[in-house]
């Protein structure tokens, strides 16, 4: 029987060069042709054309599945993205030797390649060499430096001088650690493409309002888009925060920016009309943003399910959900329900409860230590049945939290 793995790398260079020669042989383009060569020629010619052409991609699939540590799949997907030849193995294989030589695993190695296949064609001594060398003398040594690699691929097409240098000195002078940029990066691999200038233009002006350097160093961590946002985007953001009343010097304001550029104007006022549907006025929906920012990053939907649930269901009274806002993030399968229904239990059982807003605050672990084990003497099956509204609650594809 026929290596599976044969016969479709078969029938992938089959499927590619029958379009090949469709395309070549379209009646368009052919009048020229016929009047310059004879059918036989031009037969013999494409056939040779076809059979140098699959040869470059069989060795292509090849070296990039044996040598490389790719799978099928990923090397015909890279086929795509550049071509590999066999008189250049020699070059390929030195830029491998390369990364091994800097302890790129053969996982590195794999990866980094299924991302920028053409990274093999880069040119050691002008390319590859000094932006690792560089990295490595601004701290990004031992694993980071693969990982760093890994994740931001596209360094090996940007200028070291130009680019590389001045991006990791603006980060280095806001950012504490290599292991930080190296989340940051992580989080937006585009960061190594990013205009400069223009960070500098808006870290210049975050300054300038008073935000503290550490607080801006979170936001490159936690996340890094907003900092590259159009300078007219980040001063729209600041301003708006400034007239809700909201300090630039505050822990919460980079919370609260972080939000305001994620959001569309008309995203922002969808999300004020469902808390003003429910008879909240202007005043309350800031009141609620301002205590936690991060509330709005959850989905209309899901924002409309929490209110309504809230509201309608528990009796939740406005101003509780104002002082907790937190609780809109919540999953209602995972988190509010079954643990609503414990609660009325409790209340069932003549058993003491705090308030539900105050359960529902409490981490999993610690909920079931002061509100179910707590019981375990007197109530025993308390813990059994909580976890059965666990398991009716929460379907095959239960709704996450959104924090």
């Not at 470059?56 to 790719?70: D, N, P, R, V």
């Not at 590999?84 to 980094?112: E, M, P, R, W």
């Amino acid at each position: 029987m026929a290596n599976p793995h044969f016969k479709r790398i078969l029938f992938f260079l089959q499927k590619r060069f029958y379009n090949a020669v469709s395309s070549s042989t379209n009646p368009n383009n052919s009048t020229k042709m016929v009047d310059r060569i004879t059918d036989a020629s031009y037969k013999r010619k494409t056939s040779i054309e076809i059979c140098n052409s699959t040869s470059h991609l069989s060795f292509h699939i090849q070296y990039l599945t044996k040598a490389c540590g790719l799978s099928l799949d990923s090397a015909m997907s890279a086929s795509k993205k550049v071509t590999l030849v066999g008189k250049n193995k020699f070059h390929y294989d030195s830029v491998v030797s390369c990364f091994k030589s800097h302890n790129f695993s053969d996982t590195h190695i794999a990866q980094l390649i299924e991302k920028y296949p053409a990274v093999l064609q880069s040119r050691i001594s002008s390319n590859v060499e000094p932006k690792i060398q560089f990295l490595i003398q601004n701290g990004f040594d031992g694993l980071l430096l693969p990982e760093f690699v890994v994740s931001a691929p596209l360094i090996f097409v940007r200028s070291l001088d130009a680019q590389l240098k001045p991006l990791i000195a603006l980060l280095k002078d806001f950012v504490s650690s290599p292991e930080k940029i190296l989340v940051s990066v992580r989080r937006g691999s585009w960061i190594v493409s990013a205009d400069c200038e223009q960070l500098q233009q808006n870290l210049d002006y975050l300054i300038e309002q008073g935000v503290p350097k550490n607080r801006i160093a979170d936001m490159f961590v936690w996340q890094p888009r907003c900092m590259f946002h159009v300078n007219d985007r980040v001063k729209y953001g600041v301003e708006k925060l400034k007239s809700m009343g909201i300090s630039p010097s505050t822990p919460m304001f980079i919370h609260a920016l972080r939000v305001i550029l994620s959001l569309s104007e008309s995203t922002w006022k969808r999300k004020r009309k469902i808390f003003e549907s429910l008879g909240w006025s202007y005043d309350d929906f800031i009141s609620t943003f301002i205590r936690n920012p991060l509330c709005l990053c959850c989905s209309e939907e899901k924002l409309r399910q929490s209110m309504d649930y809230f509201v309608n269901t528990i009796k939740i009274d406005k101003q509780s959900v104002i002082g907790h806002p937190k609780i809109l993030m919540f999953s209602i399968e995972k988190r509010i329900e079954p643990r609503y229904r414990f609660w009325k239990i409790l209340g069932e059982r003549n058993l003491k409860r705090p308030a539900f807003i105050w359960m529902l605050d409490r981490p999993e672990n610690g909920f079931i230590k002061h509100y179910v084990t707590k019981y375990s003497d007197t109530d025993p099956d308390l813990l059994q049945i909580y976890q059965k509204f666990k398991e009716k609650t929460i379907s095959p594809e239960g709704e996450e939290d959104c924090i």
